[in-house]
């Protein structure tokens, strides 16, 4: 089945350093979202991307669907102590059946050295 | 957006038991999903719940393991049946089918 690699798998920044992050696949998907999952939470939506090149933005977070449809990568801005947390890619593939499942990423662990 | 309230939030129960996990949705909605993430790891598609209908098992997940009940549009239940430690995980319930929203969780340990 497919496949979803983020790199790298934890980080540990200082607070007010940029983070990047990346989510690769070994197959195309045609919708690239991206998950905060916080301790004892379920994941929560950050950013939605539909179309191969498109850049998204939501306050200090940017994605990007990659142009070959096999990645996407999320960087956030001047991190701050509310950004801890596990960030899962997620991609999903649309077929003449209808969309297939969300397939995650294996998650990037964020912390935030004081 | 959703609300989605899953009960319980957490339980340790003893291996051979059963425990069934509900969830509420605020709104009706057609799909719900339910995932398992085991310690440290990704989430997995455990079976897609419609109302009406049997639900949809993925490829390692068995009716007889995981039973699931769906009676209405806002509600879903997810049974672990017999279980033993390798189902110590959290069980998340979601709606929607691209831009999901998940529950809080129920985070399973079995002893």
């Known amino acids: 089945g497919q496949q979803l690699n983020q790199s790298p798998q934890s980080m540990f920044i200082q607070e007010g350093e940029d983070v990047s992050m990346n989510c690769t696949s070994s197959?195309?998907?045609?919708?690239w979202l991206w998950y905060k999952q916080d301790p004892g939470e379920g994941p929560v939506l950050l950013i939605a991307l539909y179309k191969a090149g498109e850049l998204t933005s939501n306050g200090r977070l940017t994605a990007q669907f990659g142009i070959t449809r096999k990645d996407s990568f999320l960087n956030i801005s001047a991190s701050i102590p509310s950004d801890v947390g596990i960030y899962f890619c997620?991609?999903?593939?649309?077929?003449?059946?209808?969309?297939?499942?969300?397939?995650f990423g294996t998650g990037t662990r964020l912390t935030i050295i004081p | 957006s959703a609300v989605i309230s899953q009960k319980p939030s957490r339980d340790i129960c003893q291996r051979g038991t059963s425990l069934t996990i509900q969830c509420q949705v605020d709104?009706?909605?057609?799909?719900m999903f339910w995932y398992r993430q085991q310690p440290g790891q990704s989430l997995t598609l455990i079976a897609t719940?419609?109302?009406?209908?049997?639900?949809?098992?993925e490829s390692g997940f068995v009716i007889d393991k995981f039973p699931i009940s769906r009676p209405n549009l806002t509600f879903s239940t997810l049974t672990v049946s017999n279980m033993s430690p390798e189902d110590s995980s959290i069980y998340l319930c979601?709606?929607?089918?691209?831009?999901?929203?998940f529950g809080q969780g129920t985070r399973l340990t079995v002893v």
């Open positions: 197959s195309i998907f045609n919708t």
């Open positions: 719940a419609n109302q009406g209908s049997e639900a949809t098992y």
């Open positions: 979601s709606v929607g089918y691209t831009e999901a929203f």
């Open positions: 709104s009706q909605v057609t799909m």
């Open positions: 997620a991609g999903q593939l649309w077929s003449n059946f209808g969309n297939e499942k969300l397939t």
